[in-house]
């Protein structure tokens, strides 16, 4: 089965109500769609859109089973075995065995976390956003490990390690990704 857009975020709002949840998916899904087009793969952004807007799609419900519940209920529905190993992947080492093979999922294992901090980040700006932050101001975040304590640093660092990127590229390119999309981000959950 083939999922357009509106189908994949009203799947994902089947199985999440929480406003963070959505918040969350949207976000992912369009830094996913910036990144397939900035590193040449435009001719995939929608599914690389897809997978991020549902990498969590079992989290709210069975974060006991993440990235394995997922599968199961992808499955029920007749998803592409593609979508369904990139989806999971982003749990690798933590909630499943679904290994980062090809660069999109490690683009999203990489992201996940980061969008967290750098959301987490924008939150403490006077602005409420990330459009005004600066590399150096996100940075700083990083390295306080208090702040914004649930986003695994060794996780994103890992990602970069994954896709033989420095942290600061990582860090630079995913913040361009998300001052790029915020607006419109914020237009669907208007």
Known sequence: MELTRAQALELLKEYNKEPFHI???????????????????????????????????DFEQWPEEHCIKSQALMRELGLDE????????HGWG??????????????????????????????????????????????????DKKFAAGCSREIIQKGADLLGWDLDKLLDMTLRAMQATEADIEAQLA
């Open 94 to 143: 933590e909630a499943c065995d679904v290994e980062p093979e090809h660069e999109m999922e490690k683009v999203l294992f990489a992201c996940d976390e980061l969008t967290g901090l750098i959301g987490a980040a924008a939150l403490m700006r006077p602005s409420k956003s990330c459009s005004d932050m600066e590399l150096k101001s996100l940075k700083k975040k990083f390295k």
């Open 82 to 89: 593609a979508l369904i190993h990139a989806t999971a992947s």
């Open 23 to 57: 918040r969350h998916g949207l976000t992912v899904g369009a830094v996913m769609e910036w990144f397939a087009k900035e590193l040449g793969y435009g001719d995939n952004a929608k599914f690389w859109y897809l997978v991020g807007l549902l990498h969590d799609l």
